[in-house]
């Protein structure tokens, strides 16, 4: 059940992160050992969060140039269904594909039917969006990016 929640989690963080991002910022470790274990592993966690959240930006980023029109539009419906900005952050198209991809991971990963309905409320939970604006939302990302999934 917790890897359920966690998962389900992970795009609200992923989108907030990858906002949040200053690619000029040197995550170059440091040489001084951490003073306890606790300290290790969140120092470890936030390295692997960096990675992950670099990764998830140049793969939209190759998407969106794979598809620049249809991105374009997509980030386009996506703000218009917030009313501008989400969490903060305006809708670019790498940040309308990283949603979709993120979004689509989660409702494949979500076990049995229902599986698009839990992401769509777990999205409104995560945005502080009210259900239809999260339901509009989740339905543009998988029809965009994973229609195979939309029945799911």
Same mark, same amino acid.
């Given at each position: 059940?917790?890897?359920?929640?966690?998962?389900?989690?992970?795009?609200?963080?992923?989108?907030?992160?990858?906002?949040?991002?200053?690619?000029?910022?040197?995550?170059?470790?440091?040489?001084?050992?951490?003073?306890?274990?606790?300290?290790?592993?969140?120092?470890?966690?936030? &390295?692997? !969060?960096?990675?992950?959240?670099?990764?998830? &930006?140049?793969?939209?980023?190759?998407?969106?140039?794979?598809?620049?029109?249809?991105?374009?539009?997509?980030?386009?419906?996506?703000?218009? $269904?917030?009313?501008?900005?989400?969490?903060?952050?305006?809708?670019?198209?790498?940040?309308?594909? !990283?949603?979709?991809? $993120?979004?689509?991971?989660?409702?494949?990963?979500?076990?049995?039917?229902?599986?698009?309905?839990?992401?769509?409320?777990?999205?409104?939970?995560?945005?502080?969006?009210? &259900?239809? !604006?999260?339901?509009? %939302?989740?339905?543009?990302?998988?029809?965009?990016?994973?229609?195979? %999934?939309?029945?799911?």
């Amino acid at each position: 059940m917790r890897m359920r929640s966690t998962l389900l989690v992970v795009p609200a963080l992923l989108v907030l992160a990858a906002c949040g991002t200053d690619s000029s910022e040197d995550t170059t470790p440091t040489t001084a050992a951490p003073a306890d274990s606790a300290a290790t592993t969140e120092a470890d966690t936030g &390295e692997a !969060q960096d990675d992950f959240g670099e990764m998830m &930006e140049e793969g939209a980023r190759s998407q969106v140039q794979q598809r620049p029109d249809d991105a374009a539009q997509l980030a386009s419906n996506m703000e218009d $269904v917030v009313g501008g900005s989400l969490a903060g952050s305006e809708f670019t198209p790498e940040l309308a594909q !990283q949603f979709a991809n $993120v979004t689509c991971l989660s409702i494949d990963v979500e076990p049995g039917p229902g599986a698009v309905d839990s992401v769509k409320s777990t999205t409104a939970s995560d945005f502080a969006l009210d &259900e239809d !604006q999260a339901s509009e %939302l989740v339905d543009l990302a998988v029809e965009y990016r994973c229609p195979e %999934l939309a029945s799911k």
